[in-house]
């Protein structure tokens, strides 16, 4: 069931589900974050890795090369065109083991041709988000420090699933900063 702002009110008053939590929708010249009717809008921290395409560069999940991306530390980031960036959530989180969060891209930025991806936060899953911040146009794009960049919506089971993603030690478990991608090691 999608869950509402009370109740998501809650579940960071009370288990510290979102770290920092801001209990209203904050704007004021800024991209908008903070509790929704029914979601929450989170934002980007000041870490990016900024991917530029290098003549013959190939991206590979399973040997990925460190040297495709270039770190960025400050308030704003520039994505390249027909680029992306990875960024990370100024937010902590810890998932409840009954609950799901999908995310999904704000209309602000979509509609200069930014699209966030990211994979759903599973049950038990805790840290910060990293997310894929794709430019779509054939221009240079800017994204804001501080500010929103996506919206979570969070959807209860009516029971706790029997394996969490803490329980499987995933890959992502407990991440801090942009992390890279990564794949389970061969077993010997």
Request: aromatic share 10%; net charge neutral; charged share 25%.
């Amino acid at each position: 069931m999608l869950k509402s702002d009370k109740w998501i009110r809650r579940m960071c008053l009370e288990r510290q589900m979102i770290v920092p939590f801001t209990e209203r929708t904050e704007g004021d010249g800024r991209i908008s974050f903070g509790l929704s009717s029914y979601g929450y809008d989170i934002r980007l921290s000041d870490e990016y890795k900024v991917f530029a395409g290098a003549p013959g560069a190939v991206l590979d999940p399973k040997a990925f090369d460190r040297a495709a991306c270039a770190e960025h530390k400050g308030p704003f980031c520039l994505i390249p065109p027909n680029s992306f960036a990875l960024g990370r959530s100024l937010e902590r989180f810890s998932i409840p083991r009954s609950v799901l969060c999908l995310c999904l891209g704000k209309s602000t930025y979509a509609r200069c041709g930014i699209i966030v991806n990211v994979t759903p936060l599973e049950p038990g899953w805790t840290g910060h988000l990293t997310m894929e911040i794709s430019n779509t146009a054939p221009v240079p794009a800017k994204v804001y420090s501080g500010e929103g960049i996506a919206q979570l919506v969070f959807l209860e089971a009516d029971e706790a699933c029997e394996t969490s993603y803490a329980d499987r030690r995933g890959l992502y478990q407990a991440q801090e900063g942009i992390v890279l991608p990564r794949v389970i090691p061969p077993k010997p």
